[in-house]
């Protein structure tokens, strides 16, 4: 359980992240801010609470959990997040997709300390979290494997390939954190292609099953606690998020999927962020 | 060049060239516990059904799920395995392509794909099972090598040597049983084009894969007639000889290619770019005629598509007129 003083600190630093966000996608002219909005607070639950092995001073360590990004388009919720836990300096988060930068728009196997894969089209980053399950699994070792999708992205086949192999094996070290923003390019997610009953699907494939509120960090930790103490089989944080978390004028919208806010919006976003007070990060 | 001396006689060997990728992992088995060997349902017909009873720990079987397994590969090439993909080249690299693309080659990580039963001499299956394409669509991607042997010998030494070169490693194998044409002293190195025979200097015969065989055959029936050929083994289409090539080109002033693919990016296309840029001369080339194959016997499906001793000979005579 997070104490008090843990959970403030983390709402902190999304509230950081989340301005950075807006002010990269602002200076990239391009990008997606809706989802890598919405994901901020399991990000910032990731690299910084303190649940899951990575440290930035040693980012490549053999024994260090693993986090891999499927959804790779919402890298730029990741970037501010790594930057944030010192993987890398924050002045480097503006120069997202720009040419000769380390953040590339869609990210690239370890361009950055921290970028576990290449991720961007989707369906393929589940399939190389079981390659790292396995080999740790067979090797006994006990790093962990943490793999982020979207829920769109579940459309894709490939993933049930790979959601029947992880069940097949009971990788247990195999966590797939899903974000269920309900949200896609074209529209909401059972507009396009129903996903419900979602949950059901992956215990049908011998998954284990968590829902949880993905904007609350102590469920978020607890739920990592959680599948952490599951040895049967692996398991899935299905995390409830609203995309655009945090900026009125973007949550629940499907068109702010993949476009960036231009100047004023960025700055109404910044102001509603509270901090920065309409000041983009740069200025 | 040190051959088969039974190359020429009616009783020469004849081995599949997959059996030399079995035997080959067998031998990694031994000596590299960083090797695993993947398959999608294909484990006998891949040859790998060995070391999967050897080494069930280091063997995952997959379904039949392509996509997957070369993601899966990636994953366990991050964590420092040296995965080795098997199945059908029509459905690995040809449906894991997407996967080869982002999670291998870009990423540059050493996942090794051996691609089997490519070329239409997979015979009775039919178009669906004849990969005439995985050449063109390998060498395109940045960082992936491709290798394409001859026989289950110089498949043997492919598969030793492609498990420790550096980054992402394509494998191009034949269903049929084809004729020995190397033998274990044969020097084999990636990146190394090595001319297998050197009769005089009218056309260079450029080969790979099993169709190195027939262009031998061809080279010797040639010289009975008058026309003197050298006949290259390009094994490695990427990186590619150029200095080899090129050489032979500044020879002989003439190259035929010769493949079991498409003549559309293929080894002959990969060929004609070098010496474009570098000596152009005149070129003919022997390969699928953009065209898919069909049921039949290996020997009648390259003698209607092109690719027999006959059609090889046609080829080098008309080089030689364009000269």
Known sequence: ?283 | MKLNPKLFEAEVERVPIRNGYGEGLMELGEKDKRVVVLTADLAESTRVLEFSKKWPERFIECGVAEQNMMGVAAGLAAAGKIPWVSSYAVFSPGRSWDQARVAVAYSNLPVKIAGAHAGVSVGPDGATHQALEDIAIMRVLPQMTVVVPCDSIETKKATLAGTVWAGPFYLRLAREKTPVVTTTETPFEIGKAEVFQEYGNDVAIVACGPLVYQSLIAAKELKDEGVEVIVINNHTIKPMDKKTIIEAAQKCGAVVTVEEHQVMGGMGSAVAEVLAQNFPVPMEFVGMPDSFGESGQPEELLEKYGMSVTKIKEAVRKVVTRK
């Open chain 1, 1 to 283: 359980m997070l104490s008090d003083q843990k959970v403030k600190e983390l709402e902190t630093a999304a509230n950081e992240i989340r301005e950075n966000i807006i002010s990269m996608l602002l200076a990239a002219g391009s990008g997606h801010s809706a989802g890598s909005l919405g994901m901020a607070d399991v990000f910032t639950t990731l690299y910084l609470s303190g649940e899951v092995n990575v440290r930035a001073v040693d980012p490549w360590n053999e024994g260090r959990d693993r986090i891999i990004l499927s959804c790779g388009h919402i890298c730029p919720g990741l970037y501010a997040t790594l930057a944030q836990a010192g993987y890398f300096p924050k002045e480097e988060l503006m120069t997202l997709r720009k040419l000769g930068s380390r953040l590339q728009g869609h990210p690239h196997y370890r361009e950055l300390p921290g970028i576990e894969n290449s991720g961007g089209p989707l369906g393929q980053g589940l399939a190389q979290g079981i390659g790292q399950a396995i080999a740790g699994m067979r090797d006994g070792k006990s790093y962990r494997v943490y793999t982020i999708l979207s829920d769109g992205e579940l459309e894709e086949g490939a993933n049930w390939e790979a959601i029947m192999l992880a069940g097949k094996l009971n990788l247990h070290n195999l966590t797939a954190i899903v974000d269920r923003n309900n949200i896609q390019i074209d529209g909401y997610t059972e507009d396009i292609m129903p996903l419900q009953p979602l949950t059901d699907k992956f215990r049908a494939f011998n998954w284990s099953v968590v829902e949880i509120d993905g904007h609350n960090f102590r469920e978020i930790a607890d739920a990592l606690d959680k599948a952490r103490a599951i040895f049967e089989n692996p398991t899935v944080i299905v995390a409830h998020t609203i995309p655009g978390k945090g900026v009125d004028f973007m949550e629940g919208k499907f068109e702010w999927h993949g476009k960036p806010p231009n100047r004023e919006e960025a700055e109404k976003a910044l102001t509603e962020l509270r901090s920065l007070g309409g000041k983009i990060a740069t200025e």
